[in-house]
C-alpha cells in the first residue's frame, strides 16, 4: 500500500513563498510521474504541476513562472516551490503518484491547506 504524506502548508501573504514536500512510502513504481493538486473551495480539483522519473515536467498556465516541481527518485519525494503567491493560489494542495502511461489516476495523499492573504 502507498502512503503519500505531504508537509509544508500554511499561511502567507500575498507575494510570499512557500514549499511544498510529499513523501511516498511503500512500493511505488518505477516509471512514475508525481504530481500537485488544489482544490479550492466550491471548485473542482485542478492540475498544478507534474513532474515525470525522467524530470520532464508540466505545469498549469495560472503557475507557470511561480512554481517550480522537482523531485528526489532516491527519497521517493516530490517537492513544490512557490512563489509570489496570490489570494487566487488558496486551496488544499494534494500530492499525487500514478504509474506512467496508465489511465489510473494513482494515489493521493490527504492534503494540505495553502492560504494566501491579500
Known amino acids: 500500500q502507498v502512503q503519500l504524506v505531504e508537509s509544508g502548508g500554511g499561511l502567507v501573504q500575498a507575494g510570499g513563498s512557500l514549499r511544498l514536500s510529499c513523501a511516498a512510502s511503500?512500493?511505488?513504481?518505477?516509471?512514475?510521474?508525481m504530481g500537485w493538486y488544489r482544490q479550492a473551495p466550491g471548485k473542482q480539483r485542478e492540475l498544478v504541476a507534474t513532474?515525470?522519473?525522467?524530470?520532464?515536467?508540466n505545469y498549469a498556465d495560472s503557475v507557470k513562472g511561480r512554481c517550480t516541481i522537482s523531485r528526489d527518485n532516491a527519497k521517493r519525494t516530490v517537492f513544490l516551490q512557490m512563489n509570489s503567491l496570490k489570494p487566487e493560489d488558496t486551496a488544499v494542495y494534494y500530492c499525487?503518484?500514478?504509474?506512467?502511461?496508465?489511465?489510473?489516476?494513482?494515489?493521493w495523499g490527504q492534503g494540505t491547506q495553502v492560504t494566501v492573504s491579500s
Open positions: 499525487n503518484v500514478r504509474p506512467s502511461g496508465s489511465p489510473w489516476p494513482g494515489y
Open positions: 511503500g512500493s511505488i513504481f518505477s516509471a512514475n510521474i
Open positions: 513532474i515525470t522519473t525522467a524530470g520532464t515536467t
